[in-house]
């Protein structure tokens, strides 16, 4: 069979025919969906549904990518003007140099676009489809025209479709037609002139589904969709650079610029001295470069991708760079319950029954296996009528699936909401067979959950009886539309009781009649309640654990849950969230509260309880307002205005939906709170980490930069060759900066405050370890130079110690970095075993250029007598030894410290 064509014939518009037509026309069941061999067969001529992604680049564009810098062309002038002077060995040298640094930044950004391209894998959409007679979830870029996909709200549209049925179908079309209002769908044909915004009858890729559910066949996908043909236009946009990126823009240009300046005072005073030209001109390029760290993009680039992978590899996945920095500077986390602090596992525990009864429901997890058990002991079954009536109307009002073990599956599982879920295992315990049941009792029509009114509604022809509607949803609102009055106070008495228990308690009423059109009001003073049901998630063991690491970190943990205050307030209780003193808030009390209010509030507050989305909204900007940077988790639609608005959204991967995925930073892979508190901790060792690069790279420059200063203004000759400061700047800053951002988490990183928002790249502190590290430096190479000189060695011999005595000084610096406080001799080192390697291949590397004759002549070199070598490592360990000094006084103040303020 031939895969028919991805568009209709000319004059046919896909909106403008039928959906009969449409299915017919693609060859599809619309029941059945596409068989496997055929939807196999149309992927093949049709190739994956996936939108055009820009060109990979070549390794040899990624090479030529690296010759953009200005400091790259600087050092080309450099070798040009070692050639015209004749120094053919310096010249040589100095293109090595650029070769090796492009060589490095190509495979660094090789390695870092592979990270991205990853993660984006691991963050594909995945799709609802029909395809031989059953249900399935797929990888979006596995769909093809005629495909039969199965939307509800919180769906992404994986590809553009023609509806064949839609029940209350919203869906938003911002990303493509710029509406900001969702749209509502129905079926039916429309006019082939209509403009694309008004096509209600089609669903396009790109799109999110907001209420509603529907079927539709689709009709294209990949570059032939709407979103794809924008897609081709757009595809070589670049991402904006985030605010770190825009912070190390400055800082170079500044740094660039105080290199000009140190190039006109090196020229200066090497004339006055009476330094030869050409000599003078080859130094001052030289350090000139030194004092840039052209190695900082390639650190910060890395150690963003490492962040990212480490992330990954714990179940985050970043979707936005920047949410790499702001995760360190967090100081409140407001976190779903449900599947985030708890196991999302729902289970019906107790249910309550209009005559009074509170019966028990043993069992746990989704096995539908258990008993009911009355307060006096005796056992209920379906035989009850109370009971099979509650137990009737949950299962009917519900959109979850309920699959059994197989195909590679364990144990039982839920298809749909956890909660729902819950609700049909207890059906089935109490031998209710939930699909038997739905195919003798249809649905007819619904209202689809409202988290506004925080309602559900759907309507049933049953067997013998006239159409009925059921009604589940929180207490408040289903009693609001019971009618009897003692009903609903002895209902409210039981919610109370039960959400005291820590149970979720949802209400389920009868309306004997079919008026659903006129929405939930018109249901008021109508309904007959059937009871009420109370389930419990019990928390993680692993979220206790991660609440305590919140606090010590200087994060405080908020819960944000659907359920009732009580039932929220127990478990926050139990996980640490809420202490002594703290309160919860429901979305009715949020409501009557003032902005000031709830301002002065907020310090109290440990758990918001039943509240809408713009209340969600309303507490992250309440929170943003008194200055903390604010993470929210979310997993719904209505989620998605409070995730877009937070500091670092943060989306659940199992039971998010797509459109909470696409307006989060962060996706969490396994819905756990404490991955989250992983991922901040990974983001302030990231951090942490670019900080000690900067330290590092600036104490090494500095001394360079310093030495030579003090050569020309006591007359000196020169120290350092030129191509033997470029060589320093190769072995340390390819060797050692790179492996630097690889430091692994000391265990420290959550007991310090969260990093503040404005916080510097180069702080005071930072300043006073470079001036202490460079300080020590130079006057440990400088006095190697000025002692040897005054002892009568020969220059070559003076030069080539004083050259070795910097690199240790570069090599004992490094050490310093990995800690402002610890000791370096805790076995630091031996923790980063790349650190370790680069330091091994550094000391290999300036061996070689000391004792082999070919890099003697190239850099202008002479061996070093054995015995010197110890005395030269005596004075380059001062660096570690003032740094060493200054940790422990560090250590000590804070010992005293409290003891002080005592």
């Not at 200063?709 to 190769?730: E, H, K, S, T, Y």
Request: charged share 20%.
């Amino acid at each position: 069979m031939t895969a028919p064509p991805a568009t209709p014939t000319p004059g046919a518009p896909w909106h403008a025919l039928d959906a009969a037509d449409v299915a017919a026309r693609l060859g599809t069941d619309p029941e059945r969906g596409l068989a496997d061999d055929e939807a196999a067969r149309r992927q093949q001529a049709h190739g994956p549904n996936a939108l055009p992604e820009p060109p990979q680049r070549s390794a040899i564009a990624l090479f030529a990518r690296q010759f953009k810098s200005p400091l790259i062309y600087l050092l080309f002038v450099a070798a040009a003007l070692a050639t015209v002077l004749g120094h053919l060995g310096d010249a040589g040298v100095i293109l090595v140099v650029v070769i090796a640094n492009a060589l490095i930044g190509a495979l660094q950004e090789g390695r870092a676009e592979r990270s991205m391209a990853a993660l984006r894998r691991l963050a594909e959409l995945q799709a609802r489809v029909r395809r031989g007679g059953t249900e399935r979830v797929l990888p979006a870029r596995e769909l093809v025209p005629g495909d039969v996909l199965l939307l509800a709200a919180g769906d992404a549209v994986g590809a553009d479709a023609r509806l064949l049925d839609a029940q209350q179908l919203q869906v938003a079309e911002a990303a493509l037609t710029g509406e900001s209002a969702p749209v509502a769908k129905l079926a039916d044909a429309l006019p082939a002139a209509t403009a694309l915004a008004d096509r209600r009858d089609m669903v396009y890729a790109g799109t999110h589904v907001t209420a509603g559910r529907a079927r539709a066949v689709v009709v294209a996908t990949g570059s032939a969709t709407e979103v794809g043909r924008i897609a081709e236009l757009t595809q070589r946009a670049v991402e904006p650079p985030t605010p770190l990126e825009r912070r190390i823009e400055r800082f170079g240009r500044t740094l660039v610029a105080a290199a000009l300046v140190l190039f006109a005072v090196v020229v200066a005073l090497g004339v006055v001295r009476g330094v030869p030209l050409a000599e003078l001109l080859m130094v001052a390029i030289s350090q000139m470069v030194s004092v840039v760290p052209e190695g900082l993009p390639v650190a910060m680039t890395i150690a963003l991708a490492v962040g990212m992978q480490r992330m990954a590899a714990r179940g985050a996945i970043i979707r936005r760079l920047a949410a790499v920095e702001t995760l360190g500077s967090t100081t409140v986390i407001c976190a779903d319950k449900t599947g985030t602090l708890t196991r999302n596992e729902m289970t019906v525990t107790a249910l309550w029954l209009p005559d009074g009864r509170d019966i028990a429901v043993s069992g746990s997890g989704y096995r539908p296996e258990g008993a009911f058990t009355a307060a006096d002991g005796r056992a209920c079954d379906a035989r009850d009528p109370a009971l099979a009536a509650l137990l009737r109307a949950v299962a009917l009002n519900n959109d979850a699936r309920l699959a059994p073990p197989g195909e590679g599956r364990a144990g039982w599982r839920v298809i749909g909401d956890p909660t729902e879920g819950a609700l049909l295992v207890a059906a089935a315990k109490a031998g209710i067979d939930p699909d038997a049941l739905r195919a003798s009792a249809p649905r007819e029509a619904e209202l689809p959950f409202d988290p506004a009114a925080q309602l559900m509604a759907t309507r049933h022809r049953l067997p013998g009886a006239p159409r009925t509607v059921f009604v589940k949803g929180s207490p408040e609102a289903v009693l609001r539309l019971v009618a009897d009055a003692v009903q609903r106070d002895a209902a409210r008495a039981a919610a109370e009781a039960m959400a005291a228990r820590a149970l979720r308690v949802l209400a389920v009423a009868r309306v004997d009649d079919d008026a659903l059109d006129a929405g939930f009001g018109a249901l008021a003073g109508r309904a007959h309640l059937l009871g009420l049901v109370g389930e419990i998630d019990p928390p993680r063991e692993e979220a206790r654990a991660a609440v305590a690491a919140c606090r010590s970190a200087g994060i405080r943990p908020v819960m944000i849950t659907g359920d009732h205050k009580l039932t929220g307030h127990a478990i926050a209780r139990e996980l640490g969230i809420a202490r002594d003193g703290d309160v919860a808030l429901d979305g009715v009390e949020l409501e009557r509260m003032g902005d000031a209010e709830l301002a002065a509030a907020l310090d109290r507050v440990a758990v918001f309880a039943r509240v809408v989305p713009a209340q969600k909204l309303c507490i992250v900007e309440a929170l943003q307002a008194r200055g903390d940077v604010v993470a929210m988790t979310g997993d719904g639609v209505n989620d998605a205005p409070a995730l877009a608005r937070a500091d670092v959204g943060v989306a659940m991967g199992i039971t998010g939906t797509e459109v909470a995925k696409s307006a989060a930073k962060v996706v969490v892979t396994d819905d756990n709170f404490a991955t989250i508190v992983g991922a901040v901790e990974q983001g302030r060792l990231v951090y942490a980490n670019l900080k000690k690069v900067i330290l590092y790279l600036f104490a090494t420059s500095v001394d360079e930069v310093v030495v030579l200063l003090l050569a020309l203004f006591a007359g000196l000759p020169l120290p350092l060759q030129a191509v033997q400061i470029l060589w320093i700047n190769i072995v340390t800053e390819a060797t050692l900066t790179v492996n630097l951002v690889m430091e692994p988490l000391h265990g420290r990183e959550m007991q310090r405050p969260p990093v503040p928002r404005d916080d510097r790249l180069v702080d005071r502190e930072m300043l006073a370890r470079i001036v202490l590290m460079a300080s020590a430096a130079v006057a440990a190479t400088f006095g190697w130079f000025a002692w040897r000189l005054a002892a009568g060695a020969p220059v070559d011999v003076v030069r080539t110690e004083t050259f070795t005595v910097l690199a240790m000084c570069q090599w004992f610096n490094v050490v310093n970095c990995q800690s402002a406080t610890q000791t370096s001799f805790g076995g630091a080192l031996l923790r980063n075993r790349w650190l370790a390697g680069g330091l091994l291949l550094s000391v290999a590397l300036q061996w070689s250029v000391v004792y082999t004759a070919p890099m003697n002549a190239l850099f202008h070199t002479v061996p070093i007598p054995p015995a010197d070598l110890l005395p030269m490592v005596a004075a380059a360990s001062t660096v570690l030894w003032a740094e060493e000094l200054r940790k422990l006084a560090v250590r000590l103040s804070r010992r005293t410290a409290p003891a002080r303020s005592r």
